[in-house]
């Protein structure tokens, strides 16, 4: 059975920090390219942070560069996204997804955890 299974949300002050993580089972997770999505309130899911398979190459959206860093962890099959420098504008619910499109298209989605930045 497939399964990402988030966890490190919560509540937290402005320029607090927060690390996501997101537990992969079930597949290769080698082979998967990882990604970071949030979802505020009234507003489009956008990508956030991307890790290649190999870790070699990162992605951050520009409202995050600087303030978040995504890692993958292949001996704990686990992403995380450590967020630095936490905004209001930064609450949202945070969506994992691995994803391949070499040899075959497969796209897995974790259930999504809240983030709340809040003073």
């Known amino acids: 059975q497939v399964q990402l299974v988030e966890s490190g949300g919560g509540l937290v002050h402005p320029g607090g920090s927060l690390r996501l993580s997101c537990a992969a089972s079930g597949f290769t997770f080698s082979n998967y390219a990882m990604h970071w999505y949030r979802q505020a309130a009234g507003k489009e899911r956008e990508l956030v942070a991307s890790?290649?398979?190999?870790?070699?190459?990162?992605y951050y959206a520009d409202s995050v560069k600087g303030r978040f860093t995504i890692s993958r962890d292949s001996a704990k099959n686990t992403v995380y996204l450590q967020m630095n420098s936490l905004k209001l504008e930064d609450t949202a619910v945070y969506l994992c997804?691995?994803?391949?499109?070499?040899?075959?298209?497969?796209?897995?989605w974790g259930q999504g955890t809240q983030v709340t930045v809040s003073s």
């Open positions: 997804k691995a994803a391949r499109t070499r040899g075959y298209m497969n796209v897995y």
């Open positions: 890790i290649t398979s190999t870790g070699d190459t990162t």
